[in-house]
């Protein structure tokens, strides 16, 4: 019996985003532990970016960037933290975050709830990215006036202390956000921040919920301004059939549900994008099976974040040894082999 499977009745006994919160708290006062290593057949090289595992930890656990390197620590071969905007923003109305436990699932609608870019960065700069891979997802302030100078200056800002930066235009939880992802709005988007990136690779972070066409258009206006990986994809504003009494609740769908639909929005983007960009698998991955079919149909590195909830922190060194075991057992010496095998 794990220690996390004897510590979850306590956590599920609070209100989700309390137990969120004392959980950072905790990890901020434990000791940083050393983060593993991995075997050689995990490593990754994305966006000229080693990764010494392909299993990270998907934005939104770690909002104010108060404990990467422990979450590396704790078996994660990278971590996303934020999203972050310019300013401070204290996000939606509480309640605003939902476990559904009969679904493994997880309903927010936060809204961007982050202490502002400044006071992050400071803490960044005290990272020392030695064990593993840091990231920095950026966002826009609900009320900007201009949300694209907006995620300009988080990129130029951010850059500074981010081994790369994501810009997070598939959010639910911020009125008109994802329009961005229309035609024009997404290439000024990315001509604009274009303009202001440094030497550090940029992720563009989008959702499940795309028409038809969507995933080749969202591919060559990536492609044409030097984007280097999509991440697929956010959570989701569609619900499939749920069980649990907090199902009709508003915001963005994770966890378990959002498997398939994350799972048909990779193959999507990998048949648009033929592996000319490099892909990020996030969405309803639980399981050693799970990463293992993403990355098969695409991925050359996948996020969690939901499914933690219901597992437990050492659920990504579980799926990182479980990988390196299917590695050997299906004769592949690197997992840059199965990349897109099942494409």
């Not at 990278?78 to 605003?96: D, H, I, M, S």
């Not at 799972?263 to 991955?285: M, N, T, Y």
């Not at 293992?292 to 060194?317: D, F, H, K, N, T």
Request: with cysteine.
């Amino acid at each position: 019996m794990s220690l996390y499977s004897l510590v979850r009745p306590l956590a599920f006994a609070l209100d989700a985003e309390r137990a969120h919160r004392l959980t950072i708290a905790a990890l901020r006062s434990a000791p940083k532990q050393k983060a593993p290593r991995f075997l050689p057949s995990l490593r990754s090289t994305v966006a000229g970016i080693e990764f010494p595992s392909p299993v990270g930890l998907a934005a939104g656990f770690d909002k104010d960037a108060e404990v990467p390197e422990q979450m590396l620590g704790l078996g994660f071969g990278f971590v996303e933290v934020g999203t972050l905007t310019p300013k401070p923003q204290a996000g939606n109305p509480k309640p605003r975050l939902f476990r559904l436990v009969e679904d493994r699932a997880v309903i927010n609608r936060m809204g961007f709830n982050n202490g502002g870019q400044a006071d992050a960065f400071k803490r960044l700069e005290k990272c020392t990215h030695v064990h593993g891979v840091i990231g920095v997802n950026v966002g826009a302030n609900k009320d900007s006036p201009d949300r694209i100078a907006d995620y300009a200056v988080g990129v130029r800002r951010m850059s500074a202390v981010a081994r790369y930066v994501t810009i997070n235009i598939s959010s639910p939880n911020t009125p008109g956000l994802r329009g961005l992802q229309d035609e024009g709005a997404l290439r000024e988007l990315l001509a604009a921040v274009e303009e202001v990136r440094a030497d550090k690779p940029i992720f563009l972070k989008v959702a499940p919920d795309l028409e038809d066409g969507d995933p080749q258009r969202i591919v060559k206006a990536a492609l044409d301004h030097h984007i280097d990986a999509l991440i697929v994809a956010n959570t989701t504003v569609s619900r499939p059939q749920l069980r649990s009494r907090h199902a009709g609740e508003q915001g963005g769908l994770s966890g378990a549900p959002l498997k398939s639909l994350g799972l048909d929005a990779l193959r999507a983007f990998r048949a648009a994008s033929g592996g000319e960009i490099p892909l990020i698998g996030v969405g309803g991955i639980e399981t050693v099976d799970d990463a293992w079919e993403r990355i098969r149909a695409g991925a050359s590195l996948i996020q969690l974040y939901s499914a933690m909830v219901y597992e437990g922190p050492g659920l990504a060194l579980r799926i990182a040894d479980g990988l390196a075991e299917r590695l050997e057992r299906e004769g592949m010496s690197h997992i840059s082999e199965a990349v897109g095998s099942a494409a």
